[in-house]
């Protein structure tokens, strides 16, 4: 909402509250006159005149209050239509301060005091706030109207002249406040909507910092997880391998807890890319890491591209005896040869095949994982020179390959 929207509904708020109070006071003095008029308690006082100034000044209230009722929102209000309102409003501040010169004009028959002028005046000053331009309207009609009328209703010049000093001093007084009173509410809203500007920045910068950490966090969750993915297979590489291998050492692993290793070779790759190209061979890679990949059954497995055609299958198990070695290696040769991927150059098999090298060891500490890894390596090399598409174990502590495939 803008300054004059906000300062005429402040205005409507303090009229509708002060109109309240004067609308009781009028009724007090209509009644006091009444009295006066009854009794004759003073012949000077001006009965007609003074009824008729305090029923017009309840008029003036009634009016204002139905005004302030019928506007107490003025968010979806047009530029015309406040620019009438806030004429309204300078009329009618203008009327009842020119009322109280009017009945400061009919007091100067009975005791010859300001008061009304000078009341109306300072009520009008502190309770409405008005800009520069349109304050002089009303103060203008009531300096006037007491200025042009105090020769003719006060016969005393001296009283006059006192009136003209001691009313100038007061209207500049009055005038001084009610342009304080005013500079320093437009400071106040422009400081609070300043306040209220920041913290709308403050919260829609920090909605953003929040969501590009959160964008941040996703990216870094995402290199992290291409950082530990190998990018044609779509499996963990070896960095993941070793974060694996860590995190399992991490748990209390019971002393009859073993590692199994498998090194997996694709046999006679080189000659099969030479021949059909690296995009076939890609897609031979794949295959291939999608039947290794498919072997895992629980956490405790891992299967990881070791590099080129090779790849290691890990496992922590307790007591894994050999026969169920032989059995998950001869299952794994057999799904790669169920691929039926044609290579002439195969002298066992018509289709691609794979060569498995396994070991195990004791898991008592990270250290025994690179033995395990190359006892699978050994394995591996005596399936090769085996002949290929077959499986080769090599236990810690054996030295020689036991052929279970």
Known sequence: MNFRKHMMMENFQRGAR?????ILIELLLLAAATVIYFLRIDSRFL??????MYLLMLFFNLIFLLAAGKWKDLTELSSSQLNRLETGLTVYIALVMTWGSVLT???????GQPVAFMLNMITMSVIFLLDDRRIKVPYACSVLVLAVGLPFFQASTDIVIGHYVNLSIFVFISWLGSRMLYKNYYSNFMTRTLLEQSKILVEKEAEEIKDMNAKLDLANRQLMELALVDDLTGIPNRRSFRNFIDS???FDLKPETVLTFLMIDIDFFKQFNDLHGHQEADKVLIA?????????????????????EEFVYCAFSENTTEKEIAELTEALRAKILSLQIPHRVMSSSDFLSVSIGASTIRAVGT??????????????YAAKEDGRNCVKYLRDGWAEPIHIG
């Open 18 to 22: 002060v109109s309240k109070i004067v």
């Open 47 to 52: 009965f007609g005149e003074y009824i008729s």
């Open 105 to 111: 004009l009919l007091d100067q028959k009975l005791y």
């Open 248 to 250: 399992m050492f991490t």
């Open 288 to 308: 291939v890491a999608d039947q290794i990949h498919s072997m895992i059954r629980n956490p405790k497995e891992f299967v990881v591209r070791w590099g080129g």
């Open 367 to 380: 250290i025994p994982v690179s033995k395990g890894i190359e006892l699978a390596d050994q394995a591996l």
